[in-house]
């Protein structure tokens, strides 16, 4: 069975930064990427961005391209989200996700984590 346990969440200044982790335990036979997405009180849970395997390919949501950054090792069985400039409107919790399936969307979504809240001040 596969855990997924975020951290680096918290209260962060409009314009500052805040890196995420996700380390995964156990094995998965099918783990074709990991990524991140994230929800807002009332709001669907949305994609943010992904990873491949190999990490030579990612995704990311247009609302934070040019300022979120997702990275892997793969010997830490680790995902991170690096996220820069942020807004208020970044204000949600996020998940850490592991596919199973050659798709980022969220029907390939294997396991998740359980979220660390991510609150952007203005």
């Known amino acids: 069975q596969v855990q997924l346990v975020e951290s680096g969440g918290g209260l962060v200044q409009a314009g500052g930064s805040l890196r995420l982790s996700c380390a995964a335990s156990?094995?998965?036979?099918?783990?074709?990427?990991m990524g991140w997405f994230r929800q807002a009180p009332g709001k669907e849970r949305e994609f943010v961005t992904a990873i491949s395997w190999a990490g030579f390919s990612t995704q990311y949501a247009d609302s934070v391209k040019g300022r979120f950054t997702i990275s892997r090792d793969n010997a830490k069985n680790t995902v991170y989200l690096q996220m820069n400039i942020l807004k208020p409107e970044d204000t949600a919790r996020y998940y850490c996700?592991?596919?199973?399936?050659?798709?980022?969307?969220?029907?390939?979504?294997?396991?998740w984590g359980q979220g660390t809240q991510v609150t952007v001040s203005s």
């Open positions: 996700a592991e596919y199973s399936g050659p798709s980022y969307t969220r029907s390939a979504v294997a396991y």
């Open positions: 156990g094995r998965t036979r099918s783990n074709y990427a």
